[in-house]
Structure formats: C-alpha cells, structure tokens
C-alpha cells in the first residue's frame, strides 16, 4: 500500500510503498535526504517521525538504538511505512559537491605499529573546501573502494588520514604499504555527512575508539581559535599505551580550545599505566554523570562501542536527539548488510 511522505522543512512530497525503504522511495523521486551506507550503518539518513509510524524488516538496524528509536527517530535507509508519514530533518549542506580526483601521495609514515599517516595532495582549486568530519574512499583497480575520514582541517591542497592496518586487507595490509611519494591514488571527496553542529550550543563530548580519532582531530582543528567553542571533553580508547599514536600531541591541544579535556581509556593497559582503564563510554559515565543530559556526543570508530555508548549514555541521562556518529565498517560488512537488509 503507498503512503504519502513529507518533509517537514523542506516540503518535498512523495510516494512510498509500504514495502521499500523510504529512502529508495525518496531518491526515485529526487529528494535529497542525506544517506551513506545504505545498510542502516552509518546513520546518516536519521530523521525524526513527527507524524505517522515506520516499522524495519527484522530488528532495529545497526545506527539506531532502541532509545532513539522510542524517542521518535528512524533511518529511512532500513525503514517501511506503515502509515502517511511526515518526517524532520536538517537540509543537508554538505559543502562541496563529491569529485573523483587523482591525488598525489606526499608522505607515508607510520605513527604507531599499526597506524599509518597518510598525506595527499589533491588536485583541487585553492578554494576547495572539505567539511570537518567527512570522509573519501579510495578507488582500487579491482573497482572496488575503501573508506577513509580527513585527520586534518581543510586547508589547501594537502590531507591527511590515519590508516589502520587490518591484518589481510586488501587496501591496508596491501595497497598502502607499497604506497610511496610521488604515487598517484584514485579518489573521491568530500563524502559523508558526520560534521559539528554548532548550532546546538552545547558542551560536546567526543568519543573514538583507534583511528575513529581522525574525523574527531580534523573538527578540533577547525575550532581553534573559535571564540564561540563550547567546552570539550575528548575521550579516546585504545588497547595499549603505544597503540595512543597522538597522544603527545593532544595533550597540547588545550591552548587553541575554550575548554578542553583529554581523557585517554586503555582497555588492555600494562600495569605501570597510570591513567584510566576500560572503555570510553564508561569513563564518560564516571566523570559526567550529572551532566549528560546537557552535551552533544560525537562517536567514531568501532559499531560496537558506537551502538553500545548510544544505549548506555542514554540509559544514564544523555539526550537521544544529541548524538552524531560515524561507524568505521569494512567495506565487506557494508555490502554485506545492504545485500541482507
Ligand atoms: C565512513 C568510513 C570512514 C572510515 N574512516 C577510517 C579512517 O579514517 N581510518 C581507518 O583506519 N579506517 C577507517 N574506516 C574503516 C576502513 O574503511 C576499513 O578498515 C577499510 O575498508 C579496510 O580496508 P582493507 O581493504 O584494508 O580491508 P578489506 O579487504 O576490506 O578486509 C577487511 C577485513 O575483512 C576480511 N575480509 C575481506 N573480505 C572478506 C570476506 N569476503 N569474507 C570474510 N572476511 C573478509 C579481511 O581479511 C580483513 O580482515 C572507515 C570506514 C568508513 C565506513
């Protein structure tokens, strides 16, 4: 059965049926809600149901926990409608328009065992501008692609990203390690839709696990110096001491920013390790417990302390309608979840 579909701020109209994700319905009809994954991952097609009500195929699809879900939100890559819907959301602006480029590589250095910083240099007008917290995917000649979010602030040609080396990978444990200056790489950016949002004038809190620091670095970056910057707690979990490739780094961040505090969270940490032990979203439960309720969360990194922060936050006070994440999939798991989903 079709149902009607509105946008509240937009108001684009548009039929779906009640057996298709509304996103496929939308996009044969040219509206533009923002999505990525497609496989109910990334989270990037959230809106909020403010009339009617959408059911998904099996359970809740992984981007979306069952609060937000209570609280009245949906990823219209994975949800059906039961009824004529209308939905909310931000227009996306997602700066500059994705271009396919062959970028220059610059430098290739590890910055610890496992993690690799990789500079490139884009063919692009002085001009281009990326938006903190996006990312692009590489091209492969198998003409596949693998995913990588910008570690530094737009500025000019040059980028950087932190590569995590994944034992047997194709692009990581491959490609990247015969990379070396003066190779061309196939790539497409800007991409994706995890930014700040300043307009929710509230204290931030991050959390990363691994690499899931880059997107993270790239937006501190771009608040430096803001004289609008909200405080910022920045927690970042790793499994030892040497796997905090940053460390030293961030620990002289707090001289651009307001307010800022580093919380490094080691999960197998020797024994002379002095500072906090576990996981990251505990630590946040710890150390802000009666103030959850009044900050935005920015999450990247692993799905599963993704899923798991969102649920436990929440159960502790956080604020559903707060929280921006970007899971780090495998590409295979996201092909794998929209051939399922
Ligand atoms: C939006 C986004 C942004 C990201 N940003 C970053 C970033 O900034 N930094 C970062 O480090 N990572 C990032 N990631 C994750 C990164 O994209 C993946 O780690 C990357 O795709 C791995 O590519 P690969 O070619 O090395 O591994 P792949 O070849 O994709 O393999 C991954 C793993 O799966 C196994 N595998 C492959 N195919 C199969 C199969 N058919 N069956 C069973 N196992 C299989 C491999 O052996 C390996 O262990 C991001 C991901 C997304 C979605």
Redesign the pocket.
Known sequence: MAHRITWLETGHSFQADGEEAVLSAARRSDVPFAY??RSGG?GTCRVRIVEGSVRYDDELPMGLSEEEAAAGQALLCQARACSDLVVSADPPDLGAPPQRLLALVQSVEPLCGD?TRLCLELPVEPDFRFRPGQ?MNVHLPDGGH????M?SCPDGANVD????R?????????DLTQLQAGDALEVELPL?SFCLHPQDYRPIVMLAT??GL??LKSMLDSLKGDEDCPPIHLYWGARTEADLYLDAEIRSWGAGLYEFHYVPVLSRAGADWQGRRGHVQQAVIEDLADQLGDCAFYLCGSPAMIADAKTTLVEHGADAAFFYS???????E?VDLVTTG
């Open positions: 990525d994954c990334c993690v990312y693998r995913s990588f979010s570690a990203f932190h590569i995590r994944i034992p047997g990978g194709r692009f990581t444990d491959g994706g691994g690499t880059a997107p970007d899971s780090f999939l495998f590409q295979r996201i």
